[in-house]
């Protein structure tokens, strides 16, 4: 690909990253002229002890502040509904969401949702939102989804059994504060799933069809962190290199993915999500290695470089012997890091389902960014192969 290639970049205001860094939010909001804000997070980060982390800061600053803390997994409308709720009843002049891309999916949500009428639904992609809300501050606590810097929001509804994209400039957030110390409290499971996520991110925006020089760079810097830290941060919590590049990463594949887009792996997951709750890294790691020997053939060159910068083969090596050890890899990684195949965690499926799932994955788009486009029939099969 030429370095002239074209692209566009959606992404927030303000940047800041490192250890420790989240302690410079009260600054941040007086940098924005900000001082009343709602904070999005889950129960489980209240308990952790990482919104008092937030809320010291903001006291010490003199800031009032209230905290909605009902943020699911995979956050569903009725979640945005009663977040949306508390926004109006109280007097906020912005909203920090503190967490994974459930709470802050959530912050973006309630903040477009306050100034867009009708149901968050309504405005499903590839309807774009541009009206946007108060300002969002975005704190990312698994470094995982890097919806701190992406023009995205996933929303579940509760209806019927469907995860959709949202997209726009009123999904992007104003600031973003990237601070891996808050990741050290990650259990082994989620420490696994929320690093495959985001290698599935960097790996869907280099293959993608609408990849350009901009996200190329992030994906294959984010890849390569990735490949490198992510069984150092299982095995070790507490190891500060390996969280720090791994919440960096996070990061800068939400920047690549945001602006080339995801492709089959993630079109396939959302629908495993919604339908049968298994949580979303998790679902991207059952797909990846099946959907790269799907896809691999079309885009051969781009899959080699992909494997070479992960360490998993060399520049001697041709790009069919380095596509074979990326697909090998990937199903080393899956058994190092114990991913059970869907049918495993007794989650039954029959054909219809897989149809219908099918059809809910080309729906989203994503399955168009594919290097191989798939036919809803190859997604059908695809499904029964990882079952
Ligand atoms: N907006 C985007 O660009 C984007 C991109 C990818 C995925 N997503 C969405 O994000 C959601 C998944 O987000 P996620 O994977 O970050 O998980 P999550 O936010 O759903 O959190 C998963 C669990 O991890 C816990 N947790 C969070 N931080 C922790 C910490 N530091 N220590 C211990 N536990 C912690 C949470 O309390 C929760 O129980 C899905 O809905 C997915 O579709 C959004
Ligand atoms: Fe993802």
């Keep these: 690909m030429s370095v002239d290639s074209i692209g566009r970049v959606q992404s927030p205001r303000i940047i800041r990253i490192g250890g420790g860094i989240a302690l410079e939010v009260a600054e941040v909001l007086s940098q924005l002229g900000l001082s009343r804000p709602l904070i999005v997070t889950d129960k489980n980060l209240m308990t952790l002890g990482h919104v008092a982390t937030v809320t010291d800061v903001l006291d010490s600053a003199g800031l009032s502040w209230r905290v909605f803390d009902q943020v699911v997994e995979d956050p569903t409308d009725r979640c945005v509904d009663d977040g949306l709720a508390v926004l109006r009843s109280g007097d906020f002049d912005c909203i920090i969401g503190l967490g994974g891309g459930s709470p802050m999916d959530a912050a973006k949500a309630i903040s477009f949702m306050s100034v867009n009428p009708g149901h968050v639904r309504d405005y499903k992609a590839p309807r774009q939102i541009d009206r946007c809300g108060p300002p969002v501050i975005l704190i990312p606590t698994t470094g995982g989804t890097g919806s701190e810097l992406t023009r995205w929001c996933v929303i579940t509804d509760t209806a019927q059994p469907e995860k959709y994209n949202l997209s726009g400039l009123a999904c992007v957030a104003t600031a973003a504060l990237i601070d891996w110390t808050f990741t050290t409290t990650k259990p082994l499971r989620i420490t696994a799933d929320t690093a495959v996520d985001s290698m599935t991110h960097a790996i869907e925006a280099y293959v993608s069809r609408k990849a350009f020089a901009y996200t190329d760079a992030f994906a294959l810097a984010a890849m390569s962190a990735i ?144 290097p191989r486009i798939p036919t809803e029939n190859e997604i059908v099969q695809l499904y029964g192969q990882v079952w």
């Excluded at 520049?315 to 058994?335: E, P």
């Design 227 to 370: 490949a490198r830290h992510v069984r150092t941060a299982c095995k070790q919590p507490d190891n500060a290199d390996a969280r720090a590049a791994l919440m960096l990463a996070a990061s800068q594949a939400g920047m690549a993915f945001s602006n080339a887009s995801v492709a089959l792996v993630h079109g396939m997951s959302r629908p495993i999500g919604a339908h049968f709750h298994v949580a979303h890294g998790l679902s991207n790691a059952m797909l990846l290695p099946a959907v790269t020997e799907f896809s691999i053939g079309s885009s051969q060159a781009r899959y080699a470089t992909c494997a070479r910068v992960m360490g998993w083969a060399d520049d001697n090596d041709t790009d069919a012997f380095a596509c074979d050890s990326l697909v090998q890899q990937l199903k080393t990684l899956n058994a190092d890091l114990k991913v059970p195949r869907v049918g495993e965690l007794g989650h039954k499926a029959t054909q219809e389902m897989f149809t219908l799932m099918a059809a809910q994955a080309l729906a989203s788009g994503s399955p168009q960014n594919n």
